[in-house]
């Protein structure tokens, strides 16, 4: 079985692809993997701390680690893209290489006619889940995201840290709900770690990611749970409690809210997705 680890909600060295045509109403949320986002039709919002940004046929979405963000369609609308998720570290020498930073100025820019060619030609769909990759697919990662963040980087900037005064307050809010998320924590906690009013904090939550904070730290009990879910030996139960859910119920009751699928339906389609892997 893959290494969780419990900070991060990623595997080591992980990979995920894959094509996907559907309409999209993805809250608020944030992983270790680097995410690179293809969009082939429509358009897709991505809604970050500062801002909202569209991302149109053609487009590239890209999303550093531990860099909040939404995704959504137009109510009745779909969007068909390509999506690659991945551990920094296969190109740690050119992605986030400002320490003092850790957020660019565009989160989508427009390929050049060459680059998006070449994307073109080298996109793979795994099938499965989330599973590790060889060395030869580290070998072909490269080979495709070296020149998409070349080209992105010289695209954009880095923010200064006086551009992003405004959204101080929910990174520090963000920052204790991520190390918390598993207790049982509330806005009363929050206000008192972080030294702003209960008030402020709703406000700020509300306005800047259209969130509340229980619905927030819900947000990374069900990341953190769907990685636990992976683990055939852990039960259902013991995966809610090691996420903060007192109740089996509460838990498979925002697990469904949130994914669509109960944690036992989720699961079933991990170990079909890995039987499947086996089976090639």
Excluded at 32 to 43: N, R
Excluded at 220 to 238: D, G, T
């Amino acid at each position: 079985m893959p290494i969780v680890q419990k900070a991060n909600f990623a595997v080591t060295d992980s990979v995920r692809a894959g094509f996907k045509n559907e309409r999209y109403l993805k809250a608020i949320h944030m992983h270790q993997l680097a995410e690179i986002i293809y969009v082939m039709e429509g358009e897709l919002t991505v809604r970050l701390v500062r801002k909202e940004e569209i991302a149109r046929a053609g487009d590239l979405v890209v999303v550093s680690p531990y860099q909040y963000h939404g995704l959504y369609t137009e109510a009745g609308a779909t969007v068909k893209l390509w999506m690659l998720l991945f551990t920094d570290t296969l190109i740690m020498d050119i992605i986030r290489t400002e320490a003092d930073y850790d957020e660019y100025e565009n989160t989508v820019f427009t390929p050049s006619p060459a680059l998006r060619s070449f994307i073109e030609a080298k996109m793979i769909d795994t099938k499965e889940e989330l599973r590790e990759i060889t060395i030869n697919e580290k070998r072909y990662l490269k080979a495709l995201l070296y020149p998409v963040f070349d080209e992105y980087l010289n695209s954009t900037s880095v923010l200064k840290k006086q551009s992003k005064r405004n959204s101080d307050i929910i990174n520090a809010i963000l920052k204790y709900a991520k190390a918390n998320f598993f207790k049982d924590v509330t806005i009363e906690d929050c206000s008192k770690s972080i030294g702003y009013s209960k008030s402020h904090i709703s406000h700020c939550l509300s306005r800047g990611l259209r969130l509340t904070f229980s619905e927030l730290r819900n947000q990374f009990r069900i990341n953190y749970a769907k990685s636990l879910l992976s683990n055939e030996n852990m039960s259902i139960f013991n995966v809610g409690i090691e996420c903060g859910f007192n109740w089996e119920r509460s838990f498979e009751r925002a697990f469904k809210q949130a994914t669509g699928k109960t944690p036992k339906q989720y699961r079933m389609k991990l170990l079909v997705s890995v039987l499947h892997f086996r089976a090639k």
